[in-house]
């Protein structure tokens, strides 16, 4: 007798809908013989995990606020993934997007410059994510080079040129040589939405960002376009619809979105420019965005997912003293099995046994 | 079955909060770490003292970490989920916490924090650090007697005023014992990143460096040092078993006294907000023993610490040269006051380097 993978006929759509869920209970599973090797009530711990951080409006907010960036980058990525371009590099366009935006906020630095300066620092930095996401799709389309490359290793740049900027020009002379930029003006701040929390503005703009996805894709032609380049290219051609063209948009999409969430996430929850302002939101957004089945309301669900398991994970930290690092094995079972029961979408399990008759018929 | 199941989950339940309640009225006192606890530098010194705190008056209060904290847009909710738990004293034991915890501060009068090595205080927020520079001035001496090259190996972590004075201080006893040393420095722009560290450590060696000094937080200087048939000085911690025929010294952090003394004061209702600065005299450092040296220059090494305890050595005698040439203003009579070694952003003379945003 044998387990054999068998390729599918046509992809399973129920599958499909299962996979996520399938995924997710086997991670529970995993993670409780993990808590019990640890030592740890296995109750208690998954409790502290998932139902503890949704039952106080503080920590509600707090998984909104870590939502935000990864929401707002993921959507932008899913365009593109659907459209088979392979923008890896959102974190470069997360941090290009803040640096743009920050520069209105610097040099406006204690002037009595209106309300004008937010909403600039807003449109500036999705421009700047925009255009700095263009130079790999043109790259990909004029000369071939592969996106993947070229927009992963335009994060480094981005990375560094933020480093010399709050190292040099931008440091807050009164910081006693910290890598930082002085506090925001509060013009320059992204608004809180409730009193004594720190949920901002930001989060709205996500899910805007999230309807407009959904409308996008599910009721217009471009949307229509995205979809069909991605999964079935040669009829694309046939329809006329340029591939090209759509790289270039997605891109620029996804650059603009990037951008976007840097300039809310420096300009609200940080409230300064500093080295580190992202804990590579850009690339767990690639996970955000896969988890979420490349739709804009599962990527919603799987950024508040995910920022659960973040908020979780501290919680678990102080009330029952589990390790930080088993979070982040945590995030990695939980990929590894999205992964593993996506293949059942297009594969299934089947038994194989030896042909007996034939055996029987000789003896 | 699945009766049997059920009640075994209520059993754990209840076990849990059993212990939870027993906890309750046990004083809460919070720490955040900006590395891991394994890092065996900066942030297992501080985990060091919360043990320390722990044996000391364990039965009065409970303590919790939250390690590995980005000195980022998370670490302002880390430090309030720690205030959500119920700690009522906590300590954020790096640099880049100093904003994130005057905002929870702020926002909770009620609760005490202690910063480390920061300059922002509040009624509810003191700041405690230590006079490290003495140490690094006792290793400058070793450094120079022991380096053949005359070079030495810095690494550096950030370009703030607490690494740029311990490269100062180094500086000036070397130029004590060989006026032309010189120093290599390289800025990891990091407190913990194993492959930064050793890989910044490659570097200084190949540029000729034969003693390794690092103010960043892991080991991994020393064993490269160590590979190399190198000299190097450990930091924050105990480092010898990393290069047991490499280390000379290492400036040890010894937090527990502090924490003691400071949870002690919590529970007296005393606490108030102070800025503490110890040095040697008062134990907030010391120094590892003196190894792999000749005995003249160990004996060299312990008159210096005798010196400096007594009050009768200060690092900072003027006068003392900037690099640009200049005399440096004294406005501590003979030396150089707290404010300027606090607020230092300068380099003395004779170090070859231009100091990062200069």
Known sequence: ?363 | MRKSLLALAAGLFLAGNVSATSAADKLKVGFIYVGPIGDLGWTYQHDLGRQALVKELGDKIETTYLENVPEGPDAERSIEQLVRAGNKLIFTTSFGYMDSTLKVAKKYPNVHFEHATGYKRNPNMSTYSAKWYQGRYIQGLIAAKMSKSGVLGYIGSFPIPEVVSGINATMLAAQTINPNIKVKIIWANTWFDPGKEADAAKALIDQGADVIMQHTDSPAAMQIASERGKLAFGQDSEMIKFGPKTQLTSILDTWGPYYIERVKAELAGTWKSEDTWGGLDSHMFAMAPYTNMPDDAKKMAEDAQAAITAGKLHPFKCPIVGQDGKPVECKGGDRLDDGQILGMNFYVKGIDDKLPGK
Not at chain 1, 23 to 31: C, D, H, Q, S
Not at chain 1, 112 to 135: F, K, Q
Not at chain 1, 149 to 177: C, E, I, K, Q
Request: glycine share 10%.
């Open chain 1, 1 to 363: 007798m044998q387990l054999v993978l068998e390729k599918r006929a046509e992809r399973s759509g129920t599958i499909a809908l299962v996979s996520p869920l399938i995924a997710i209970g086997l991670t529970i599973v995993t993670m409780v013989i993990l808590f019990a090797i640890l030592g740890k009530n296995p109750l208690l711990a998954l409790h502290a995990y998932f139902i503890a951080p949704l039952t106080d409006g503080y920590s509600l907010q707090e998984i909104a606020v870590k939502a935000t960036p990864l929401v707002m980058i993921a959507i932008g990525l899913s365009l593109c993934y659907l459209a088979n371009a392979w923008n890896i590099g959102a974190e470069g366009q997360f941090l290009i997007g803040a640096v743009a935006g920050s520069w209105i906020a610097v040099k406006t630095q204690g002037t009595d410059a209106g309300a004008w300066v937010l909403p600039a620092m807003l449109i500036l930095a999705a421009s700047a994510g925009a255009l700095y996401a263009l130079i790999p799709a043109i790259c990909k389309v004029k000369f071939g080079a592969s996106e993947i490359l070229t927009s992963l290793m335009l994060v480094y740049v981005a990375d560094l040129f933020l480093d010399y900027l709050v190292r040099g020009p931008w440091r807050d002379p009164h910081g006693f040589n910290f890598p930082t930029t002085a506090e925001f003006d509060p013009v320059a701040t992204v608004p809180l939405l409730i009193e004594g929390g720190r949920l901002h503005l930001g989060s709205i703009i996500a899910l805007l960002v999230v309807a407009a996805a959904v409308i996008l894709l599910g009721r217009t032609i471009k949307g229509f376009e995205i979809r069909v380049v991605g999964a079935a290219p040669r009829a694309a051609r046939f329809g006329g619809f340029n591939a090209d063209q759509l790289i270039i948009l997605t891109f620029a999409v996804s650059g603009a979105l990037a951008g976007l969430a840097g300039i809310i996430e420096v300009a609200g929850p940080v409230g300064h420019l500093q080295p580190g302002i992202s804990p590579g939101y850009g690339f767990t957004a690639i996970i955000v965005a896969f988890l979420g089945r490349l739709n804009p309301l599962g990527i919603l669900i799987a950024g508040l997912f995910l920022a659960l398991t973040f908020i979780g994970g501290e919680q678990a930290q102080i009330a029952m003293k589990i390790p930080l690092d088993v979070t982040k094995v945590f995030q990695g079972i939980l990929l590894f099995y999205v992964l593993a029961c996506d293949s059942l979408i297009l594969y299934r399990f089947k038994l194989v046994f030896p042909n007996r008759q034939v055996t029987r018929g000789a003896g």
